[in-house]
T-cell receptor, first 114, second 115 residues
Framework: GDSVTQMEGPVTLSEEAFLTINCTYT??????LFWYVQYPGEGLQLLLK?????DKGSNKGFEATYRKETTSFHLEKGSVQVSDSAVYFC?????????????FGTGTRLQVTL | GAGVSQSPSNKVTEKGKDVELRCDPI?????LYWYRQSLGQGLEFLIY????????KSGLPSDRFSAERTGGSVSTLTIQRTQQEDSAVYLC?????????????FGSGTRLTVV
């Protein structure tokens, strides 16, 4: 079945450091890929997405490129801020037609310090 | 409504009691999903509705769990004879055209504690 593997957390960085959170996936078809973020005390929010190979999703300075050859969708940001402290979830969907479920990774907690 | 609304936000129940969790999706969203987030775990899919029907209920962990959706809108997740391992945050999400094309909007969740 489909699965998503994320790097273990927590990840602790100083402000303005470079961020990479690794994500790899296993899927039978050609999934869409997502990064969701959960800020403290808030619900999950979509951060970015990519629907086909070589697409780059980007939002709020974060970006991730859909790499079919390495089945990866690593999240990067060039300069993190304290406000980026949150839990980040990588996810995939193999839905066709109307809808289907998302399969999530276990999440990576990011803590950014001054 | 403006967002996905879940109630209650917190629920403490005694082992063996039944609980009902409610989700009010964004108006017009045809797809509705239930997930469970346990401490230290990722998000676990439970069930998905398209309109009032549930094409995929493969994630329901046991027959103590059931869900329904009426009027293509509000959904209720019912857990009968709760057990301590049911303690988790139950998340509801809705989407307009499905996750392939768009994105889910999640509610803030119901934190269920079984004591």
């Amino acid at each position: 079945g489909d699965s998503v593997t994320q790097m273990e957390g927590p990840v602790t960085l100083s402000e303005e450091a470079f961020l990479t959170i690794n994500c790899t996936y296993t899927a039978t078809g050609y999934p869409s890929l997502f990064w969701y973020v959960q800020y403290p005390g808030e619900g999950l929010q979509l951060l970015l997405k990519a629907t086909k190979a070589d697409d780059k999703g980007s939002n709020k300075g974060f970006e991730a490129t859909y790499r079919k050859e390495t089945t990866s969708f690593h999240l990067e940001k060039g300069s993190v801020q304290v406000s980026d402290s949150a839990v980040y979830f990588c996810a995939l969907s193999e839905g066709t037609g109307t809808a289907s479920k998302l399969t999530f990774g276990t999440g990576t907690r990011l803590q950014v310090t001054l | 409504g403006a967002g996905v609304s879940q109630s209650p936000s917190n629920k403490v129940t005694e082992k063996g009691k039944d609980v009902e969790l409610r989700c009010d999706p964004i108006s017009g969203h045809t797809a509705l999903y239930w997930y469970r987030q346990s401490l230290g775990q990722g998000l676990e899919f439970l069930i998905y509705f398209q309109g009032n029907s549930a094409p995929d209920k493969s994630g329901l962990p046991s027959d103590r769990f059931s869900a329904e959706r009426t009027g293509g809108s509000v959904s209720t997740l019912t857990i009968q004879r709760t057990q301590q391992e049911d303690s988790a945050v139950y998340l509801c999400a809705s989407s307009l055209t499905g996750s392939l094309y768009g994105s889910y909007t999640f509610g803030s969740g119901t934190r269920l504690t079984v004591v």
